[in-house]
């Protein structure tokens, strides 16, 4: 069925989530690896990420870094890349997904749906109770996927098998939506690579959540590298230090950073959840590295755990030094 996970509210338009962020997933995954699952999730060891749409040939996809340009007209088709050097004519990539190997941004498709309320004593819409709103959410049969990482040796052996099966995600699932067939498999291991220079690039593959000096949340660069910077001393890096790098001398692009909200709803106490505002998916840092170079385990261990807050929901995911931001990009030419 479509899957609507609300984004934004737009008059009588709701408007759904082109992807299944890792907060949506949570609940069915803890319920369905039991009790011991929840202490992994409050220890930090169960990590659930956001569920993209898979490529055409079946791939990953992940949030497209806001250092590519898109050639105009064509929102799929990548013309360059800013972090890399000059571009040709071109819009900010600022939407979509793109699937690493075959340089393309995949869009996931939608279907909108109308619907109303009824008054009970007319028996027809009426504007104070409602009246006419549409959803636009996910369309069915989009092919998604995401991953569920638990620490080695906490769970027994094929602990995955659990996760098969039938779901409900999402909202309005009285009004036919929200049902999903999902298939677990073993992964391989993470990568360990990257970090072998005194640059560090970042590409966030979720909303980052962190907080300033004052507590308060932060989209600051220079909060991001403190919370980063912490997680590889906890990962073993110890000794680096990390500084914001805005501005080069040949012009290339350092920073390319967007902020996100999430508003969610919290349905057994019918009211809403407190705001989640921090750095948005896609954007992209540069960090000058000190004290290096950083062991590629300790990136490996970042990676796979994540950095800031709520970290097991899926927030804080990060890529390092990955070729879409170290190398020139295009599309092939079909």
């Given at each position: 069925?479509?899957v609507?996970v609300?984004a934004a509210v737009?008059?009588?338009?709701v408007e759904g ?12 995954v803890?319920r ?6 929840h202490a992994?999730v409050r220890?930090?060891?169960l990590?659930?990420?956001?569920a993209f749409?898979?490529s055409?040939i ?6 497209v ?7 105009k007209?064509?929102?799929?088709a990548v013309v ?6 000059a571009?040709?004519e071109?819009k ?13 941004i995949?869009?996931p498709?939608?279907t ?8 009970d004593?007319?028996?027809r819409p009426l504007?104070?109770i409602?009246?006419?709103y ?6 069915a049969?989009t092919?998604?996927?995401g991953e569920?990482?638990v620490?080695?040796g906490l769970m027994?052996p ?13 909202r ?6 929200g049902?999903v067939s999902v298939?677990?498999r073993?992964l ?7 970090g072998?220079?005194d ?6 593959l979720s909303d ?8 308060r949340?932060?989209t600051?660069?220079a909060?991001?590298?403190?919370v980063l910077?912490r ?6 890096a110890t000794g680096?230090?990390l ?5 080069t ?12 909200r ?9 009211l809403?959840?407190?705001t989640?505002?921090?750095l948005?998916?896609?954007s ?5 590295v000190?004290?290096?170079?950083i ?8 990676r796979?755990?994540g ?5 097991a929901e899926?927030?804080?995911q990060v890529?390092?030094?990955?070729e879409?931001l170290?190398?020139p990009?295009?599309a092939?030419k079909?």
């Amino acid at each position: 069925e479509p899957v609507l996970v609300a984004a934004a509210v737009r008059g009588n338009l709701v408007e759904g989530m082109s992807h299944l962020p890792g907060w949506c997933l949570m609940p069915e995954v803890a319920r369905r690896l039991g009790d011991s699952a929840h202490a992994l999730v409050r220890t930090g060891d169960l990590v659930v990420t956001a569920a993209f749409p898979q490529s055409p040939i079946g791939g990953r996809t992940l949030p497209v870094p806001r250092v590519l340009v898109h050639e105009k007209g064509d929102p799929t088709a990548v013309v360059g890349n800013r972090m890399a050097g000059a571009t040709g004519e071109g819009k900010s990539c600022r939407n979509g997904y793109i699937a690493p190997e075959e340089k393309r941004i995949v869009l996931p498709e939608t279907t909108v749906r109308m619907h109303n309320t009824i008054s009970d004593d007319v028996q027809r819409p009426l504007r104070k109770i409602g009246g006419v709103y549409v959803y636009r959410a996910l369309a069915a049969g989009t092919v998604l996927r995401g991953e569920v990482r638990v620490r080695a040796g906490l769970m027994e052996p094929g602990w995955e098998k659990a996760l098969t099966g039938q779901w409900r995600v999402g909202r309005s699932s009285k009004d036919d939506y929200g049902q999903v067939s999902v298939e677990a498999r073993p992964l391989g291991p993470i990568r360990q690579d990257g970090g072998s220079g005194d640059v560090l690039r970042v590409w966030l593959l979720s909303d980052l959540l962190v907080r300033d000096e004052r507590l308060r949340p932060s989209t600051r660069i220079a909060d991001a590298g403190r919370v980063l910077e912490r997680a590889l001393t906890e990962a073993g890096a110890t000794g680096v230090q990390l500084e914001p790098v805005t501005e080069t001398s040949d012009g290339r692009v350092t920073v390319a950073v967007g902020v996100n909200r999430t508003e969610s709803w919290h349905r057994g106490w019918g009211l809403p959840r407190p705001t989640l505002y921090g750095l948005a998916a896609g954007s992209c840092l540069t960090f000058a590295v000190k004290g290096g170079p950083i062991d590629p385990a300790a990136l490996a261990e970042v990676r796979a755990a994540g950095i800031g807050e709520r970290r097991a929901e899926g927030f804080g995911q990060v890529e390092f030094d990955h070729e879409l931001l170290t190398e020139p990009v295009a599309a092939p030419k079909e």
